[in-house]
Structure formats: C-alpha cells, structure tokens
C-alpha cells in the first residue's frame, strides 16, 4: 500500500471513531509518528497536507528537521529527554510531549531562542505500574502543571500519555477515563491546556471516543517498522 492510501484509510477510521462517539473529526489531531522513516518519505507525506510530526530520537530528528527546513512543518519531540539533551531539544522542536521532571522542565525553558514562540509542552503520564518508562504519576500531576506554568518561554498544552501493552479493551479504556479526567481538571485551571495526547495504531480508536485530541500514529501511517529491537521503536 503506498503512503496516500494508508493516508486515506487512516483519515477514513480517524472520522468514524469520531461520528460514533457525536465528535467532529476536526476536533483530533493527528500527528504523524516519523521516528525510523527518510526526509523523503516525510516530504511525501507532507505534500499530502500532514503538517506535525513526531519523532523520538535527537540526533535523528534533527538531521531531518534541517534537511526539511524548506518546509512549515510542526515537530513534536515524543521520546525519552536526557537532561544533557534539553537545550537541542527546545531549539529544534515546536512541541514537547514527554516532559515528566521538572528539572528537565526548567532546562527546556532557558534556552528557547528569543526569536521563536513559547514552546508547547505536554506532561507525560504513567498511568499504570506496567506502563512503559517515563511519565509521572497521577498525584504527582497538578505539582509539576504548577511550576510548567510558571516557567518562562514555556507553554502548557495538556497530557500525553503511552499505556502499557496490553490487548485489553477494558483496560485500555480505564486508563484513558482516567487521562480524560485529569485532563479535564486542568483545562479549568489553566486556559492554555486544549491537547490531550493519547492513541497510537493499535489503540486510537478507542483513545478518539475516549476524549483524545490528538492521535500519534506512525505504523498505520507508513507501514511496520523494521529495525530496532524495542517494541516501541
Ligand atoms: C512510536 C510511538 C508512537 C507510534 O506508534 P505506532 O504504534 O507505530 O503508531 C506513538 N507515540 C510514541 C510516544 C511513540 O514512541
């Protein structure tokens, strides 16, 4: 299948999770999960009209954002942070979806250039014991919301979150209940939070009628990947 017609299929589910639930598809965003995949097959996909992109590792991500620079693309940077990694991260990056530290919090402030806008940060949650690394604990929540807000150059956006593997529809839909509440006690206490950032290939249509606003896809978007060992990669 080439990269239009998974593209097609994928908007196609993305609208009817939608309607089943009396949601507008326009409502949920869907950023397209580019780790592993060439500048050109991004560039494909960008002249199909898909705008964010997702990617997890640094160094990979900016080889591709300079070589793509020609083009108004937003990258989201959904991957593991080191705390050495931070400052390359704010100067390269539109949106930061995994901050759970607030030291890391704080280094992505600094260095954010004058001339670019805040940078948009989700918190990562860990919504289960068996959820994979990364992410902070419900409780830890509204502490770390706090302080994000209170940084310069920064901007809070909402909630991300990757659940633990599991087939269980039940499970899965626990968890994003729970993420849909959390995230609705923190759109009365800040009016910048609009992004709840949950579903991926396996799970988004349920994420979608659980209340998503955005969906990060890569594997229904461009094909398996085949190298790497970790299951996320
Ligand atoms: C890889 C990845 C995705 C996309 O996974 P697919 O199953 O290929 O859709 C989404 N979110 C994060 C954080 C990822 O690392």
Same mark, same amino acid.
């Given at each position: 299948?080439?990269?239009?017609?998974?593209?097609?299929?994928?908007?196609?589910?993305?609208?009817?999770?939608?309607?089943?639930?009396?949601?507008?598809?326009?409502?949920?965003?869907?950023?397209?999960?580019? *780790?592993?995949?060439?500048?050109?097959?991004?560039?494909?996909?960008?002249?199909?009209?898909?705008?964010?992109?997702?990617?997890?590792?640094?160094?990979?991500?900016?080889?591709?954002?300079?070589?793509?620079?020609?083009?108004?693309?937003?990258?989201?940077?959904?991957?593991?942070?080191?705390?050495?990694?931070?400052?390359?991260?704010?100067?390269?990056?539109?949106?930061?979806?995994?901050?759970?530290?607030?030291?890391?919090?704080?280094?992505?402030?600094?260095?954010?250039?004058?001339?670019?806008?805040?940078?948009?940060?989700? $918190?990562? #949650?860990? #919504?289960?014991?068996?959820?994979? *690394?990364?992410?902070? !604990?419900?409780?830890?929540?509204?502490?770390?919301?706090?302080?994000?807000?209170?940084?310069?150059?920064?901007?809070?956006?909402?909630?991300?979150?990757?659940?633990?593997?599991?087939?269980? $529809?039940?499970?899965?839909?626990?968890?994003?209940? *729970?993420?849909?509440?959390?995230?609705?006690?923190? /759109?009365?206490?800040?009016?910048?939070?609009?992004?709840?950032? #949950?579903?991926?290939?396996?799970?988004?249509?349920?994420?979608?009628?659980?209340?998503?606003?955005? $969906?990060?896809?890569?594997? !229904?978007?461009?094909?398996?990947?085949?190298?790497? /060992?970790?299951?996320?990669?």
């Amino acid at each position: 299948m080439d990269i239009e017609t998974r593209k097609e299929h994928l908007d196609r589910r993305i609208n009817s999770a939608a309607r089943r639930v009396g949601r507008e598809p326009s409502e949920i965003k869907l950023l397209a999960v580019s *780790k592993t995949r060439s500048a050109e097959t991004i560039r494909a996909l960008a002249a199909l009209g898909q705008h964010a992109f997702g990617e997890n590792y640094l160094q990979e991500a900016v080889d591709k954002i300079n070589q793509l620079d020609d083009l108004d693309l937003e990258w989201h940077f959904i991957g593991q942070m080191q705390r050495n990694k931070t400052a390359a991260v704010a100067e390269n990056f539109d949106w930061v979806q995994s901050s759970d530290r607030l030291v890391i919090a704080e280094r992505l402030s600094a260095p954010r250039p004058a001339n670019m806008d805040e940078l948009n940060v989700c $918190i990562q #949650m860990r #919504m289960s014991d068996e959820a994979g *690394k990364g992410g902070i !604990a419900p409780e830890a929540l509204f502490p770390l919301a706090d302080a994000i807000n209170s940084l310069p150059g920064l901007v809070l956006r909402g909630l991300m979150t990757i659940p633990e593997n599991t087939t269980e $529809i039940d499970r899965l839909k626990r968890i994003f209940r *729970k993420m849909n509440s959390l995230y609705s006690r923190l /759109k009365t206490r800040y009016d910048t939070v609009d992004t709840l950032s #949950m579903g991926m290939t396996s799970d988004f249509e349920l994420a979608i009628e659980e209340g998503s606003t955005m $969906i990060r896809v890569g594997t !229904a978007l461009f094909g398996p990947r085949n190298h790497g /060992k970790s299951s996320i990669r």
